[in-house]
Structures are given as C-alpha cells and as structure tokens.
C-alpha cells in the first residue's frame, strides 16, 4: 500500500499529493458529467463553452500546482495505484479469486 | 528478547513427495546462509532451517536477498524431488523437528492429496505487453473517435476542451475493452491446456523493479498458469503465436514451484505457531 508519511519533513507533501489527487478526481467526475449533459443536448452551444473554459483553466491552474509542489510524479502514482484497486475490486466483484497465497516469484537478473 | 524470537523453530520452506527408492538426503544453504535439511514423515518430507527469530528488516535489498535465498531453496528441492509445495516466506513453526515432524503427520493425508495432484505441474507466469503506438493506430480508425477529431478541429478553446475530454475517455474505454477481449481470448485458448489458471490482475509483482512501468506499452494480461510439462510444448507454441502480431510484447517465465496455485492448509489447534 501507499504509505502517506505524516510524520516530519515529507509530511506536506504527502499531504499534497493526497489533496491534489482527490481535486483531480473529482475533477474527472465533474468533467464526465458536462460531457454527458453536452451530448444529450442539456447545454447550450454558449453554456458548453463556458464549462469547457473552465475545466481548461481548472485543469491549467491543477498543473501548476503540482508543477510547483512537484508532486507531480506522486501524483500519477497514487492516481494509477488507485486505478489498479479500482480495477481489481471490480473483476474480484465479478469472479472471487480463489483461495491459497500468491507468493510472486522474482527472476533473478 | 523481543517477540519476533523464541527458544527454537524451524523455518519451513517446502514440502515434497520422496523419492521410494533413492536415498533422500538433500542440504542447499538456505536464508541468510543457514544450512538446510529434510524432515521425512513416511513418503513426504519438509525442508527446513533451525531458527530462533523472524526474519523481520525494513532493509529492501535484504530482504530481496531473503526472498531470492528462499525462492532458490525451493527451486532447488523442486529439482530434486519434482513439484514442491511451496511456503511463504518467513513460515516458521515454533518447536524442534519433533515438533514438526507431529504436525506434518497430521498434515499428511492433505500434503500427500495435493502433491499427487500438483506432480509434473509447474507454474509459468504470463505477461502480455502491447505496444501504446500499434494499438493507438489500431483504434483510432473508430467511427466515433474520427467524428469528435473533426469536432474538436471546428470548436473554439472551451468547447474543444471537453471533446478532447470526451476524445479521451471514449479511447480509454476502446482500450479497456479491447483488452479484455483479447485477455478473454487469450484465456479460453489457454484453458485446455492447463490444469489452472489465474489473472493476476494489474497489481504490480512484489518487488518489481521501480522502471517496469514503461509509457510505451501497456500491459494486456498478467496470468499464471499451472501446467503439466507435457503440455508446456503446447503452451509455447500458443503464446509464440501471439507474440507473432507486431506490437505484442510476452514476457514468459517458468517453470515455478506452484506459488499461485499452492492450496491454503487449513489451521487448526494441533497446528504450529506459524509466524
């Protein structure tokens, strides 16, 4: 698991990542929703327009934060391993993995 | 004395079916340089280490240099006695080899069971990898995709934002469903020749080396595969096939001691402390 350090000199930016991380994510929900509204015709040519405008500066501003922060690359890492439990949740959902312990063999090289 | 030790133990490495007729002496050095032997109880054996504390260390590289001793221990009780049942690493019953040697006699009938039932299986570890361009090319003929390119080159900045946006998800989930389909597919061929089968999903292997994720490829399937040896013929041939199509990247190791497949024993109160 991802370990957020509170403790000391790192303890900020793990903070950081962590709140950047969740802004980005609801971002996303955000997103795909005027994305859907946009597509079924809710929004006007004008409304789109000004969602789209902001997301873009939204998104702009979320860049240079983590630019500055550079937490960058801990960023995508969390958002990936986040991803992956995600993705795995869901296909443990759909077929229970079977019992016994997963030991993973490390190659030598 | 911390808790993590205790008087005497034995590290347990594997279990595994003795020969009838050859004699069954077998030493290799084991974790942290320990000297390893057998304990025998009629036809199975378990190998293993005298210890007397856990092998406990926040040191990475020590604790890759364990597991790899470990790993090696039972690769090489495998070579010597065919299919092994592997344990964890760091499985250790408190106790002396009596100690041992009672609680796998009350095992017996179930290790006995499952080596009868794993011998001449070996586990071959799947990684299907394909190449980010070839499958970009691939998809980017999709009727939709085309027709929010041309959107997106009418639009002003905002609206061609969330196309993109939408460009975006629509590929994403192109992708996702493409690979499903192939890992299905790869999966139903696969079925007939093995004995098992197990996606292991996109959680990164246990000490993977940091640099494995690469931007350029994706990962399509990560499976394990228990496979008799007679078939592991037919299993080369299938995956060469796949590897055939440009773009696919497999990585195919093997074979293992039966890591993924190795059944859960079952604790109970005449069961070890095993740590």
């Not at chain 1, 903070?15 to 969740?22: E, F, G, I, P, R």
């Not at chain 2, 190998?47 to 092998?55: G, I, M, Q, R, T």
């Not at chain 2, 006995?112 to 003929?141: F, K, P």
């Not at chain 2, 469903?177 to 197990?198: F, K, W, Y």
Request: net charge negative.
């Amino acid at each position: 698991m991802t370990q957020i350090d509170i403790d000391g000199e790192s303890a900020r930016d793990g903070l950081m990542t962590l709140v950047m991380t969740v802004v980005e994510l609801l971002v996303d929900v955000m997103e795909r929703e005027a994305i859907r509204r946009m597509e079924s015709g809710d929004l006007t040519d004008e409304e789109i327009e000004r969602v789209g405008t902001q997301f873009a500066a939204l998104e702009a501003e979320i860049e240079s934060i983590k630019e500055d922060e550079e937490i960058d690359e801990p960023v995508d890492q969390l958002r990936e391993r986040l991803d992956g439990l995600v993705a795995d949740a869901v296909r443990t959902v759909d077929e229970p993995p079977q019992q016994g312990y997963s030991h993973n063999p490390i190659e030598d090289d | 004395m911390t808790e993590s030790s205790f008087e005497s133990g034995r590290y347990l490495y594997c279990v595994v079916q003795l020969p009838e007729t050859e004699p069954t002496e077998f030493s290799t050095t084991g974790v942290d340089g320990e000297q390893t032997y057998v304990l025998t109880v009629g036809e199975i054996g378990v190998v293993v280490h005298e210890c007397n504390a856990l092998y406990d260390t926040s040191d990475v590289d020590l604790v890759r240099k364990w597991l790899l001793e470990h790993q090696n221990v039972i690769d090489t009780a495998g070579e010597r006695f065919g299919t092994p049942i592997p344990f964890r690493f760091d499985t250790i019953l408190r106790g002396d080899d009596e100690r041992v040697r009672t609680w796998l006699e009350s095992e017996q009938d179930t290790f006995t069971s499952h080596l009868d039932a794993m011998a001449g299986c070996w586990e071959y570890r799947i990684d299907v990898q394909r190449d980010e361009a070839a499958l970009e090319e691939e998809l980017s003929n999709d009727e939709q995709l085309v027709e929010l390119e041309e959107r997106i080159a009418e639009s002003t900045a905002g609206t061609s934002h969330l196309l993109e946006k939408q460009y975006e998800q629509r590929f994403e989930t192109l992708k996702q469903q493409q690979r499903a389909d192939r890992t299905a597919a790869l999966t139903e061929q696969l079925r007939p020749m093995v004995r098992d089968l197990q996606d292991l999903g996109q959680k990164p292997a246990a000490l993977a080396p940091a640099d494995e994720t690469d931007e350029t490829v994706t990962r399509e399937a990560r499976l394990a595969v228990l496979a008799h040896e007679e078939q592991q013929r037919n299993v080369d041939e299938l995956l060469d096939e796949v590897a055939a199509d440009p773009g696919v990247e497999i990585r195919y190791t093997g074979p293992w001691p039966p890591y993924t497949f190795t059944p859960t024993i079952e604790a109970n109160d005449s069961n070890p402390d095993t740590a």
